[in-house]
């Protein structure tokens, strides 16, 4: 099984308590695949217990890009988060280590 | 039709490097320099500064970076635009003018207010982040609406060489300089969404040449320590190159430019800023010869009826303490360091945090089944209301090298007091900026 890091590449943002992950094919041929089996309940699934709420996924193809927004997963916010990573920008590499 | 501008993107955080600044001021044949400094907590943070002392309030950096750049934009003919005012537009502007004055040149500086609402917001305003109102954080130390292109053309027609606001929403910060420049009506939606687009690539400065991009092997970033920040050409259109300065460290790519692009962006088909709301679905980016860009295809649909407004209050204190293990079993050494902390306080603060560093301290939990670090750091954090009780974590974990498991070494402890941010809307009519015009000519007899 392919995992997300050899397809993809991956940059987390932050607004409030809200994570947002774009996860980005390196190949076009390699998008459908994505769209595929990274759905909203994969990604659910691979970060549960750090998301705690609702995950948004708005498809991108002519960026042939996957924009996850995720809900309630930083620990009530950057600003009162007592997280080391308050912004969540190591959440990248965690969805990366997904298996497809 | 005028030729493209030139924006430079000057900072991207607040505490951002000044020598690539420098470098696009020199070689970069600016027409304009946009700094993006003003963190959502630090104009709160600001604010506090500003209720001890009138005078301050503006970003602590501000001397340091134009004492440097304003002498260059005189010299190569272009402006700078930032938000370095932060809680104190005014004041960084008589800043500004006193550095002129001591350095013998001609400026003139525009001031941008009106950001702060603090007076306007009620206390059962609800908020953005879920259920609850404003009052339900306590008393709101700073409340800050995020202008647009409104409230700072007026300061760049002045023909300011500085313009220096408080909160603004950073794409603004940028596509005020072209919108003047190309002279764009505020109502053609597509031109300020596509203008929106450049202004949110360039926000955060060196994101978009490499830095918080690279990964050896696999995404390879030539040369970061010494990272080149960006600069945009937009022509009347809206359409730009994105580039920079021959000879810098990073790389121009598609790959980084499309992360960038949905940085931070919770709804990637309306975009919201003062401004537009910017659909990037039909964005395309091309590579265009050795380190540019070129980006297209934004659309606008109209502009947000309301302003977002960021309140800051006080959160109380965070304690924090950290002790690490090293060796065989220094996993399960830390695991007990932190069920022993855990135990002692437990009853004491509200919400407690124990962090094994090496393995859960970032994700909350270990991906890895397998793990066997070869050493582990405790980390224990906790909120309290007081600054002594906050001190109690760190004196625990610290206590832990006597009383804990054996050979826990490099004990650290912190206290810092927290500032939340909450958010919430104002209509747009409520909110009325003003521009404060400051000059110095060493040549004229009286100023």
Request: some cysteine; aromatic content about 6%; charged content about 25%.
């Amino acid at each position: 099984m392919p995992k997300l890091y050899d397809l993809a590449h991956c940059r987390a943002g932050d607004k409030g308590d809200t994570s947002i992950l774009s996860v980005i094919a390196y190949r076009e041929e390699d998008y459908p695949l994505l769209v595929e089996r990274l759905t909203r309940e994969a990604v659910a699934k691979h970060l549960r217990g750090i998301v705690q709420g609702e995950i948004e996924r708005y498809e991108l193809p002519g960026l042939h890009a996957l924009q996850f927004v995720c809900s309630h997963a930083l620990g009530g916010g950057v600003t009162t988060s007592l997280a080391l990573d308050s912004h969540g920008k190591s959440l990248s590499y965690a969805l990366l280590a997904l298996e497809l | 039709m005028k030729r493209s501008i030139r924006v430079g993107a000057g900072a991207g955080f607040q505490g951002d490097r000044l020598d690539p600044a420098l470098v696009l001021a020199e070689r970069g044949k600016l027409d304009v320099l946009a700094l993006e400094c003003l963190g959502e907590r630090t104009v709160a943070l600001a604010q506090l500064r500003r209720r001890e002392d009138p005078s301050q309030g503006y970003d602590p950096l501000l001397e340091r970076r134009m004492r440097r750049l304003v002498p260059l934009a005189k010299r190569y003919g272009f402006r700078i635009v930032t938000n370095m005012g932060a809680a104190n537009p005014v004041a960084a502007a008589d800043v500004v003018i006193a550095l002129a004055r001591e350095q013998g040149l001609r400026v003139k500086v525009a001031a941008v207010t009106g950001d702060d609402v603090l007076a306007q917001i009620r206390s059962d305003a609800p908020i953005m982040e879920g259920r609850g109102a404003i009052g339900d954080y306590g008393e709101p130390v700073s409340a800050n609406a995020y202008l647009g292109v409104e409230a700072l053309l007026p300061a760049l027609q002045t023909g300011a060489d500085v313009v220096i606001t408080g909160r603004v929403a950073d794409p603004s910060l940028f596509l005020a300089p072209i919108a003047d420049w190309h002279d764009w009506s505020l109502d053609d939606f597509d031109r300020i969404a596509r203008g929106t687009c450049v202004g949110h690539l360039l926000e955060c400065a060196g994101q978009l040449t490499g830095g918080y991009f690279a990964d050896p092997g696999r995404k390879d970033v030539p040369d970061l320590a010494w990272l080149g920040f960006p600069f945009a050409d937009v022509d009347a259109d809206g359409n730009a190159t994105l580039g920079k300065v021959e000879g810098t460290g990073g790389r121009i790519s598609v790959a980084n430019a499309k992360e960038q692009l949905l940085y931070e962006v919770t709804e990637p088909y309306g975009y919201r800023t003062p401004d537009v709301i910017v659909d990037f679905s039909g964005v395309t980016l091309r590579e265009a010869g050795p380190e540019r860009v070129t980006v297209a295809g934004a659309t606008g649909k109209g502009r947000p009826a309301q302003l977002k407004v960021s309140v800051g209050y006080l959160a109380g204190f965070v304690g924090e303490g950290e002790i690490g293990y090293a060796g065989p079993n220094a996993l399960n050494r830390a695991r007990l360091a932190g069920e022993i902390v855990r135990e002692r306080l437990e009853g004491q603060f509200g919400e407690m945090r124990i962090d094994l560093i090496g393995s859960t301290s970032l994700n909350g939990r270990s991906f890895d089944a397998n793990e066997n670090p070869y050493e582990v750091r405790v980390r224990v954090a906790a909120r309290a209301s007081t600054s002594e009780l906050a001190m109690l974590v760190g004196e625990e974990v610290e206590a832990l090298y006597t009383n804990g498991p054996a050979g826990g070494g490099g004990a650290r402890k912190y206290v810092t007091e927290q500032i939340g941010i909450v958010s919430t809307l104002i209509d747009r009519e409520r909110v009325e900026s003003r521009v404060s015009v400051r000059e110095w000519n060493p040549h004229a007899e009286t100023v």
